[in-house]
């Protein structure tokens, strides 16, 4: 509590801020000439986020309370 009337609050929430590729699982099957290398990018974040365009995310939230 600020003691004031009116308290504004700005917050930023940032995930994967410089957009590290986050890959899937690598290929676990032993004669294959890809093991241990993964071939696709793992699912966004969270339940809306499951493309690959979702690798970087910026959350702003702005509150004014009186």
Request: aromatic letters at 10%; hydrophobic letters at 40%.
């Amino acid at each position: 509590d600020t003691g004031r009337r009116y308290n504004l609050t700005l917050a930023l929430a940032v995930r994967n801020l410089f957009n590290r590729v986050n890959l899937s699982t690598p290929v676990g099957n032993l004669s294959s000439p890809l093991f241990g290398e993964s071939t696709s990018l793992s699912s966004g974040f969270g339940p809306m986020g499951a493309s690959a365009a979702s690798n970087r995310r910026l959350d702003l939230q702005l509150r004014f309370s009186f």
